[in-house]
């Protein structure tokens, strides 16, 4: 353990899983709510043509050293996305699913494209399609602790107003909260959301990360505020134990983490249903005995 936590390389990813693990699931929160889970997998797929865009933009340099200008493409291109996808969602022109898949299949295919003509290889798209903390650097440290900081500031800061515009638009309205602003302030959190979680799950595997934790915590919760703090939490412990399984084995840190999440929430569905069943089962006599006691 000792040793895993003075190697630099570790330091780098455990700090960035665990911004991804804490900011993922906010912004989760609210998507469950508005009943979009997958808008993660239309930005994410955007997201990578941003990345690749910003590799483009460096036609003059090595294709290695083209990593300064990725994040920020990513971060265009996943914001307008995002904000597109939510004017034609609240304008009805198509329905909100349509839109996403329009962006899911144009972004990936917009991205490998757009990676071929840069020069990018196969290990190159695969690194952002499922992750590849091992080339985290220092600067990458840096710029995600910041936008994580960011998601947080106005994803708990502003939790109130984007719970309500997300539970109930139109009472929302009704109580004069700019329901429009905040809608696109959802959109482009989740924007951000996504780009910095590129690193540790790849953006085909982003979705896994912002919602499973959620459902998990729905099966207890009781309340929204209660669901996005249990939620975080999963998420924050499956992401560094996941990556502190892998310095052991060599195993894509990516899959695991979702993996770890799917088989956590099985598990807690599981143990809800027996529960659940065994106490509308138990004779009342038997309850009210065990109450008493």
């Not at 962006?103 to 003509?117: N, Q």
């Not at 290990?123 to 947080?152: E, H, K, R």
């Not at 999963?234 to 502190?244: D, K, M, N, R, Y």
Request: hydrophobic share 55%; proline share 3%.
């Amino acid at each position: 353990m000792i040793a895993m936590l003075t190697d630099p390389l570790m330091q780098r990813a455990l700090l960035v899983a665990l911004a991804v693990g804490l900011t993922a699931p906010v912004v989760g929160t609210y998507l469950v709510q508005r009943r979009m889970a997958l808008m993660g997998d239309g930005i994410g797929h955007v997201a990578l043509a941003g990345v690749a865009a910003g590799w483009l933009a460096r036609t003059g340099a090595d294709f290695a050293g083209r990593d300064d200008l990725a994040i920020p493409g990513a971060i265009v291109f996943s914001i307008t996305a995002a904000v597109v996808i939510e004017i034609m969602r609240e304008r009805g022109t198509t329905g909100a699913d349509v839109v996403m898949a329009i962006f899911f299949y144009g972004g990936i295919a917009t991205g490998v494209l757009l990676m071929a003509i840069a020069g990018g290889s196969g290990s190159t798209l695969l690194a952002y399609l499922f992750g590849s903390i091992s080339t985290v650097t220092w600067g990458d440290v840096q710029s995600s602790v910041i936008l994580a900081g960011v998601i947080l500031a106005l994803g708990l800061g502003m939790r109130p107003a984007l719970f309500s515009v997300s539970h109930d638009p139109e009472f929302a309205r009704s109580t004069g909260l700019p329901v429009r602003g905040l809608n696109i302030v959802v959109a482009i959190l989740a924007a951000i959301t996504i780009t910095v979680s590129m690193r540790v799950v790849g953006v085909l595997l982003v979705s896994g990360l912002m919602i499973v934790p959620v459902a998990i915590a729905q099966v207890n919760a009781r309340s929204f505020g209660r669901t996005m703090n249990t939620a975080m939490a999963i998420g924050a412990t499956v992401c560094l134990t996941g990556l502190s399984i892998t310095y052991w084995w060599d195993l894509q840190p990516g899959a695991l983490i979702v993996v770890l999440t799917i088989s956590l929430y099985a598990l807690v569905a599981i143990t809800h249903a027996v529960r659940s069943e065994f106490a509308r089962k138990r004779p009342p006599s038997s309850i009210g005995n065990n109450q008493s006691t």
